[in-house]
């Protein structure tokens, strides 16, 4: 079993690029995920505790009433159960590697009131992985107090939960629950492994790109949990105030001593990347295929050489012959940022690990992360992939398994407990409220709510390839923009049978 050294994300045997993230599947890890910095991240805050403090109301009474001496059925009013939630959440206020974080703790109470609903006593099983662990063992021990319907919840490797559903998928085995990534979700649904979920009237609680990327037409096939997309990392010694647009950023590097770069994108040097360049192609309202929120992606309309994808293409170009963006690889673009050697970065909530820490010595930068630009008015969107949980197509008890996602995980408390246990941002409004102090969180989410989510349809997996040769070609010089793009069209186009 191979796993991308990007992300994590676990390969096919016929994989050429990585289908999570784009990397190329010639770097990667045989015979068990590698030590991904997705499951050895440092949280931004010290502590976070939360105390759940549960009591219960009024147990409804049972009326018996006879009528001439036969027994008439008994009717049970549902209880009301009242669940007050106080949370103490510390958030860093430093955007500094070099300088000691600051925390500042601020207590929050949520009360929640809600009729209990009748549940069947078959037992579900969550399956989640140890990050997210402790906090669905909790919301789990609070369902416990309201409810008699057992529930298990296990750890299972994350990187192993795909593999392990699809080796199932003939037995009628495994979980109710499981947390998952978006990009796993047509394979799944294409095996028959999971179903709908009802999202309860909540839709206007999430970021819509979250909630898109895990529907597939009018389905909702799971609930977001959190996303992630690339932002822009910025040298706050450099560029004391981050720009709001590309001509900003540009006059930013303007003024940079001449040994400093501008803006590091991940692409260049000897390794193409369709991922990371995707906000460019993106910039004008290019597309990689035909998309709607309503419907997702078309598989069938390839968009890679639209005139907007090909002008999001040629912005790209004309930053690389202007010198702003240097043709660096992914290393040698971390390299030099975490060295202090360049003012901008575009990367993900993965490197924050590495940006608090970047070799441990007195020298570190110093760094905050700012939203992408614009420019003409336009919005660089990212891909964003996202993560949440999904529902069994077997699971014996599809209503207790929904009420425990809606009243139990999907509420404050649980999850302000997974998003400092993680880098990634939460899809939630209540819960980017809690942290909308964290300039960084709040950045990274900027992004996820001006992205698109990232293809997962079949057709994506042909693309990869192309795209980051295409792009390579456009920051190596070696082609001009348009006929780099119309190349990896034809290319795209061909690999589907068109």
Known sequence: MAFCTHCGSELGPADDFCGACGERVGTVSSGGPPPSPRRQRTPLIVALVVLIVIGLSTVAAVLLLQDSGSDTPSTAASAVATTTITATTATSTSTSAATEPTTTSSTSTTTTTFPLIELPDTPIVVWVDELRGAAIRQAAATFRTHYDTPITVEIVDYYSVKAELLAQSDHKTGPDLFYGDHSWMNELVAAGLITPIDVRGRESEFIPTALDAVRVGENQYGLPVSAEAVALAYNTDLVPV?????????????????????????????????????????????????????????????????????????????????????????????????????????????????????????????????????????????????????????????????????????????????????????????????????????????????????????????????????????????????????????????????
């Open 242 to 498: 981050p720009p709001a647009t590309m001509s900003d950023l540009v006059d930013s590097c303007t003024a940079l001593p001449i040994d400093k770069e501008c803006l590091l994108v991940r692409g260049g040097g000897d390794r193409g990347d369709a991922y990371s360049q995707q906000p460019f192609l993106a910039a004008y309202g290019g597309h990689i295929f035909g998309y709607s929120p309503e419907t997702g992606y078309d598989g069938s309309d390839v968009r890679v050489a639209s005139p907007e994808t090909i002008r999001g293409a040629q912005l790209l170009e004309d930053l690389v012959r202007s010198g702003h963006i240097p043709s660096t690889n992914y290393s040698q673009a971390r390299e030099l940022f975490v060295g202090g050697d360049a003012a901008f970065w575009i990367t993900g909530p993965w490197e924050i690990n590495i940006l608090e820490n970047p070799g441990g010595n007195t020298n570190d930068v110093n760094w905050s992360v700012a939203a992408l630009p614009t420019v003409d008015g336009g919005v660089l969107r990212p891909h964003v992939n996202v993560q949440g949980f999904f529902l069994h197509r077997d699971s014996g008890n599809p209503l207790a398994a929904e009420e425990f996602l809606h009243r139990f995980v999907f509420t404050p408390g649980t999850l302000i407990d997974i998003h400092f246990a993680d880098h990634r941002g939460s899809t939630m409004a209540t819960v980017l409220d809690s942290v909308s102090g964290n300039p960084i969180a709040a950045a990274f989410t900027a992004s996820v709510m001006n992205g698109l989510p990232q293809p997962t349809i079949r057709e994506m997996q042909s693309t990869w390839g192309p795209i980051a040769d295409a792009l390579l070609a456009i920051r190596n010089g070696t082609l001009p923009a348009e006929v780099a793009m119309w190349e990896a069209h034809r290319q795209i186009v061909a690999s589907l049978g068109g």
